[in-house]
């Protein structure tokens, strides 16, 4: 099992910057990518941004330019930060930790609980 531990969501207003954290606990060798998930109301939950063991990353469509996702090995931890924050970019991002095929194939993923972020003046 892996654990995740989401932290730095929050109100900002249109323009800001936000950075969001996530550590990763338990049996973190099962894992090869982790990345962030967003959810809108009434949408579905869409990729943000993920990051493989290796340093590779991939970032949904919606916001490439503004995300940038970064990890830091020795503290298990992925971090997302956003910048020309836009109200559309209010949702609630969830984590998510991967084992990844060769394929490309989900074979095992978990998932964190969600920090809210609410971009408003």
């Known amino acids: 099992q892996v654990q995740l531990v989401e932290s730095g969501g929050g109100l900002v207003q249109p323009g800001g910057s936000l950075r969001l954290s996530c550590a990763a606990s338990?049996?973190?060798?099962?894992?090869?990518?982790m990345g962030w998930y967003r959810q809108a109301p009434g949408k579905q939950r869409e990729l943000v941004a993920a990051?493989?063991?290796?340093?590779?990353?991939n970032y949904g469509d919606s916001v490439k330019g503004r995300f940038t996702i970064s990890r830091d090995n020795a503290k298990n931890t992925v971090y997302l930060h956003i910048d020309s924050l836009k109200p559309e970019d209010t949702a609630v991002y969830y984590c998510?930790?991967?084992?990844?095929?060769?394929?490309?194939?989900?074979?095992?993923?978990?998932w964190g609980q969600g920090t809210q972020v609410t971009v408003s003046s």
């Open positions: 338990g049996n973190i060798f099962s894992i090869n990518a």
């Open positions: 990051i493989t063991s290796g340093g590779g990353t």
């Open positions: 998510n930790a991967a084992l990844v095929g060769g394929s490309g194939e989900i074979l095992n993923e978990y």
